[in-house]
């Protein structure tokens, strides 16, 4: 599976922005989906994620309430709207594909998923 991601750029803090993943395989419904974040100078971190189907949705505590994944089978894309966004926020956005049997376990830090997209710059301004 391939994962193109985008929709990143350069927002002032409270704006918005919606990021895209788009997947070259129809087997991308059988996929959980995430969204993850690397700052400079830390390590890559859990944001969202999203069950194959849909119906169950997970995120770290630093984005509830403000960023909300969701995916489109049928057009082999999964979403992140990113509302309120904080300086903090600023970082490497890369989406990923994962196999695995527990969703939950796509939270545990240093998760390997089985594929990962390019990354896309999110940059928040003060």
């Known amino acids: 599976v391939q994962l193109q991601a985008s929709g990143g750029g350069l927002v002032q803090a409270g704006g918005s922005l919606r990021l895209s993943c788009a997947a070259s395989r129809r087997t991308f419904s059988s996929y959980h989906m995430g969204w993850f974040r690397q700052a400079p100078g830390k390590e890559r971190e859990f944001v969202a994620a999203i069950s194959w189907s849909g119906g169950s949705t997970y995120y770290a505590d630093s984005v509830k309430g403000r960023f909300t994944i969701s995916r489109d089978n049928a057009k082999n894309t999964v979403y992140l709207q990113m509302n309120s966004l904080k300086p903090e926020d600023t970082a490497v956005y890369y989406c990923?594909?994962?196999?695995?049997?527990?969703?939950?376990?796509?939270?545990?830090?240093?998760?390997?998923?089985?594929?990962w997209g390019q990354g896309t710059q999110v940059t928040v301004s003060s």
């Open positions: 990923a594909a994962a196999h695995t049997p527990f969703i939950a376990t796509m939270t545990a830090p240093g998760f390997r998923a089985d594929y």
